[in-house]
């Protein structure tokens, strides 16, 4: 028997550094480029925290207005990306479509590159290729959840800025003050989150060499699971199951008699509680006001204690979020293509960071199969 130490799913492994963002489990605390998240929630536009995840710094007003000049020359739907969402069957997933869209316009962009030697770009195109695609997808994950309620596109409006737009064009209706700044920080709390599964992913591609728009589609492709973004999706699976708060304590009585997982709860990193729950938490409560829904914080509220109870895990930031894009009214199919539209930046940034100093990525296993055997009748040639 091997003696390796094996770290099964990396588990407490430090892989590389990163100057992008900082997550301390022991505070609770979650920094971008040095600043708490929660204070770029309560007081930035996402634009202003793309910049800051990209460049290191927050814009100047002068740069602020200069990204949102660039995000608004790029934020309508492509009439290509439209062809290539419909051929997406309508009942496919939505993140399908979303990585389907990517795929099309990394392929169109790197057309003409002609070897895979002038694929990966250099920091400037990068930078601009994270922009455009930061800008594009809005556009995507609203259309994706139009056509599937059978509406039209909705074109975009350039006096909206960035948060208000998105909710135009997924709804038609100009939005709330109150909902576009509740819906602002989910997005700036989704949008970056150190060496999760899919930025890690993000990376390992990129330390191949390979170019942006290859490591973005891998990693919505990670994004995609329940164990990672697509929790928030699950967490109103579960909302809809336990119905109202009443039904919360036999619902979790035959989950954890059957060993199901509950999603929204739990984290490899955090183990006393998600740093960005109580902020999203928050703003949930103004979207329950809002809308004046108080059995949406009963429910809330009754499955937190009762499983924290039980059980001593913690909510992570998709259980405050999926009641909330539910109250805003994103179909629940479509809250994991949101997540991919904020986490972009994030993945983007490190995109930018693993390329300016790059190490091909590549563990080590211990085999455990078949010992040494041979084919029957193989004879070595002479
Ligand atoms: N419900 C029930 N039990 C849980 C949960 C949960 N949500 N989370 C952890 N546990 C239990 C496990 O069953 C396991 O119990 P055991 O030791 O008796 O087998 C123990 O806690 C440890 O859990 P692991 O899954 O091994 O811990 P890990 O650190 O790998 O898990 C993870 C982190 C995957 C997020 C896990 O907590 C989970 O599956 N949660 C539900 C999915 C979810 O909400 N994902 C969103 C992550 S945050 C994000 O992407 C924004």
């Known amino acids: 028997m091997s003696m390796t130490d094996i770290k099964k799913g990396l588990a407490g492994v430090t892989v590389d550094y990163t100057a992008v963002s900082k997550v301390n489990p022991e505070t609770n605390s979650l920094l971008y480029r040095g600043y708490p998240v929660q204070e770029l929630a309560a007081t930035q536009p996402f634009e202003a925290v793309a910049h800051l995840l990209w460049k290191g710094e927050l814009p100047t007003d002068e740069e602020l207005a200069a990204l949102r000049a660039e995000e608004r020359l790029h934020r309508a739907l492509d009439p290509d990306v439209r062809t290539a969402i419909e051929l997406v069957p309508l009942d496919a997933h939505p993140m399908d479509e979303v990585r389907t869209a990517v795929s099309l316009l990394g392929a169109r962009d790197l057309a003409g590159t002609g070897s895979v030697l002038d694929a990966g770009g250099n920091p400037e195109e990068n930078l601009a290729r994270s922009i455009r695609l930061f800008a594009a997808l809005p556009a995507i994950v609203a259309y994706g959840q139009r056509r599937r309620r059978g509406q039209d596109l909705v074109e975009p409006r350039d006096d909206l800025d960035y948060a208000a737009n998105f909710l135009w064009m997924t709804f038609g209706e100009e939005p709330d003050d109150i909902v576009v700044d509740a819906f602002n920080r989910s997005m700036i709390l989704y949008a970056e989150h150190s060496f999760n599964a899919s930025t890690f992913t993000a990376r390992v591609v990129t330390s191949t060499l390979s170019d942006l728009y290859s490591a973005v589609v891998a990693a919505i492709g990670a994004l995609k699971g329940p164990l990672h973004g697509g929790a928030n999706e699950a967490v109103l699976h579960i909302f809809n199951e336990i119905g109202d708060a009443s039904n919360v304590g036999p619902w979790l009585d035959e989950a954890l008699a059957s060993k199901r997982k509950v999603m929204g ?79 972009v930046t994030g993945w983007t940034a490190h995109i930018l960071e693993q390329a300016a100093s790059n190490a091909l990525i590549r563990p080590l296993s211990e085999y455990n199969g078949p010992k040494e055997r041979h084919v029957e009748g193989y004879v070595a040639d002479a």
């Open 265 to 343: 709860f739990g984290h490899r990193v955090y183990k006393r509680g998600d740093s960005r729950v109580p902020t999203m938490k928050a703003a949930l409560d103004t979207l329950i006001e809002h809308y004046g829904r108080p059995d949406v914080a009963a429910l809330y509220d009754a499955l937190e204690s009762e499983f924290v109870s039980r059980k001593g895990i913690y909510p992570n930031l998709d259980f405050p979020s999926g009641p909330a894009y539910n109250l805003i009214g994103f179909d629940t199919l479509t809250f994991t293509p949101v997540f991919i539209a904020a986490r």
